[in-house]
């Protein structure tokens, strides 16, 4: 526990006897290897203010979103700057590959955190994209290696310039990744299909839709289901028609106008 709930008396009291009971593991779980982890998500640095949300930052800042947390104490984060600048080139040069930031355990199954010591400025730079690719697929392949089932990629370690939403790595390894790389866009697209009125019969289609792929997911699924879903963009219907499945392509149209449905639901993607 930190000093500062012994100092306070805020401690938990049966956090000792919980640590002890953990250093006493089944003889099953002794034969267990370290480093056997079932689940990957692999994060990266945002600004350079980010690194105190890690387990070496302040607990009173990660408690908080980082957005919110600088805009409140701004004052003396300005103050840390020089720190906080000689901090961030230290953990990208000591770094030169990912890095474990967290472990946890839910029942059985073992997750981790790794982070890519990279920020957000840098991701948006072109010529850093190929030296990013090659620590997310190093990272993969690790995973790989040690028999992470699931390795999800998050935050910017999924874009579309970057690497097409991961599609790229598993074309540089074909059928030798025994892992399952995913990046949410699935799950993001089965909650905005499921989250529609059962009564839905039309959807209009607005905003980054082809270059998105929940965007892409939710309009196979939909057209799939039956349901109409308009474009008002022809380089959108054209783009979505070639990843629809040719037996639902009839219910994807493309329209400036659905006046003449009565009731219409409007889908927009960021």
């Known amino acids: ?62 408690s908080k979103p980082h957005r919110y947390t600088y805009t409140l104490s701004q004052w003396y984060l300005q103050l840390l700057w020089p720190f906080t600048a000689s901090c961030s080139v230290l953990v990208s040069w000591i770094y030169g590959r990912t890095f474990v930031s967290e472990s946890n355990t839910l029942d059985k199954l073992k997750l981790q955190t790794w982070v890519v010591p990279r920020y957000i400025v840098q991701y948006n730079l072109p010529w850093r994209r190929e030296a990013i690719n090659s620590l997310i697929e190093e990272a993969i392949l ?24 991961g599609e790229i790595y598993l074309e540089r390894q074909p ?3 025994k892992i399952k790389v ?13 989250s529609l009125p059962k009564t839905t019969a039309h959807v209009l289609l607005r905003g980054t839709v082809t270059a ?40 994807l149209v493309l329209s400036t106008s659905y006046a003449a449905h009565k009731t219409v639901t409007m889908v927009t993607i960021l």
């Open 1 to 62: 526990m930190p000093i500062y709930d012994y100092i306070y008396g805020t401690i938990d009291r049966s956090s000792d006897s919980v640590y002890e009971k953990s250093l006493k593991r089944s003889g099953e779980e002794e034969e267990e290897s370290a480093d056997d982890v079932d689940v990957v998500h692999l994060t990266h640095l945002t600004t350079p203010e980010s690194i105190y949300h890690l387990r070496i930052g302040f607990a009173s800042l990660a």
């Open 142 to 165: 690790e995973a790989d290696a040690k028999g992470v089932k699931v390795i999800s990629l998050g935050l910017l370690n999924q874009g579309e310039e970057l690497n097409r939403n």
């Open 175 to 177: 059928n030798k990744l």
């Open 182 to 194: 995913v990046d949410g866009s699935s799950l993001a697209a089965a909650v905005v299909v499921n």
């Open 212 to 251: 998105n792929k929940v965007a892409n997911a939710v309009a196979s699924s939909l057209c799939q289901m039956g349901i109409k879903v308009a474009t008002i963009c022809k380089d959108d219907y054209e783009k979505l028609k070639l990843r629809i499945p040719v037996e639902a392509q009839h219910n």
